[in-house]
């Protein structure tokens, strides 16, 4: 029996793709063992979608001392 490791951004939300979801798992268990890993779509150092990171942003010099400083440059 194979081993599918499924990995996936986010989480579903609407009901017909956690039917189809489900449905589809349910058919491919009797040929391998489904592995689902959900990983979440954002990141902690994300300043603003249109923005950047906070990294090495003009518009926030004291953060990025404090980086630097903890980083050792």
Known sequence: M???TL??????K???YLS??????????????LNNITIQP???LQYGYF???F???PEMPELNA???ELEGN
């Open 2 to 4: 194979f081993d599918i």
């Open 7 to 12: 990995i996936a951004m986010g989480k579903l």
């Open 14 to 16: 609407e009901k017909f």
């Open 20 to 33: 189809a979801a489900a449905e589809y798992e349910k058919r491919i268990s009797q040929y391998c063992r």
């Open 42 to 44: 954002w990141s902690p």
């Open 51 to 53: 923005v950047g990171t």
């Open 55 to 57: 990294l090495d942003n």
């Open 66 to 68: 404090k980086l630097n």
